[in-house]
């Protein structure tokens, strides 16, 4: 017999359920209920399911307060808002936030944008579609500061904006790597790095990137002035193919620059 638990509620795994073979489950895994029909199959010791903003910051919370890892899963098709402040991790710690399938999407609203990280944290986003994120200086969607590794995958922006730097995602001073795999920029913009901006951080990759419609008022579609950029990670002249431009638009500059 599975193991269930009732939406927002965590708790430890019952070893005698194990293994459930008819519903594929193996050590370490239970079945958390999603609405009143669904599931999803997860470790229930790590990963906490979210329906809204506040569902995040709270397991980021007490990740913090009990100093270990915050692993976050939205159902695939769940939407969530975030108008009244973006989600933050301030703690030297690993975030990681996922959905699957179809992903699920984290709406700005046009009043804020969706993580602030910092203090060390490092950052993890899988199957997640941003859109209409907004702030009034740096990354309309991410902004990371003085943190940690941070990777995306499968994720989107769409109609995110930033009043100065990085339409969508703002990275600087970070103390690890980012890594950018199969993200799709769309209709975002800010005076520079009208996708995403990247300062004074690891190296930086990107592989399987996609910008459309994208607007620069000053200067780079993407920018990236890392020091630590290894050969043929870039968009400029090494690994030009594996990422695409279309539609964008800046005032001056190139599409993009991820210089070492």
């Known amino acids: 017999m599975a193991l269930w638990f009732a939406r927002h509620w965590r708790g430890e795994c019952d070893e005698a359920s194990w293994p459930d073979k008819d519903h594929g489950l193996v050590c370490g895994e239970c079945k958390v209920l999603v609405g009143r029909f669904d599931s999803f199959y997860g470790n229930c010791d790590s990963e906490a399911p979210a329906y809204w903003a506040e569902d995040i910051q709270s ?3 007490s990740a913090v307060a009990k100093g270990r890892n ?4 939205i159902p695939p098709g769940n939407r969530l808002a975030f108008g009244t402040g973006p989600v933050t991790c301030d703690g030297n710690i690993h975030l990681s936030v996922r959905s699957t399938r179809e992903g699920a999407t984290l709406d700005g609203e046009k009043l ?3 993580f602030d990280i910092k203090g060390g944290c490092s950052l993890s986003l899988y199957a997640l579609r941003f859109v209409n994120g907004r702030s009034e200086r740096y990354g309309g969607a991410v902004k990371v500061y ?3 590794n941070i990777a995306m995958q499968d994720v989107s922006f769409t109609d995110c904006e930033s009043g100065m730097y990085g339409g969508a995602v703002y990275v600087r001073k970070t103390r690890g790597d980012i ?3 199969g993200v799709t920029f769309r209709s975002c913009k800010a005076r520079q790095g009208g996708a995403v901006l990247v300062l004074e951080s690891g190296a930086t990759s990107m592989d399987g990137a996609t910008f459309i ?3 620069a008022d ?3 579609i993407s920018d990236s002035h890392s ?3 290894p050969p043929g990670k870039g968009n400029d002249q090494n690994g030009k193919a594996r990422n695409a431009f279309s539609q964008n638009v800046q005032n001056t500059g190139r599409w993009a620059r991820l210089r070492r």
């Open 213 to 215: 419609a994208c607007t």
């Open 112 to 114: 804020s944008n969706m």
């Open 146 to 148: 003085n943190a940690g």
């Open 227 to 229: 020091d630590h950029l």
């Open 70 to 73: 915050a692993s976050v899963f």
């Open 179 to 181: 890594s950018l795999v």
């Open 59 to 61: 397991e980021i919370d």
């Open 218 to 220: 000053l200067d780079h």
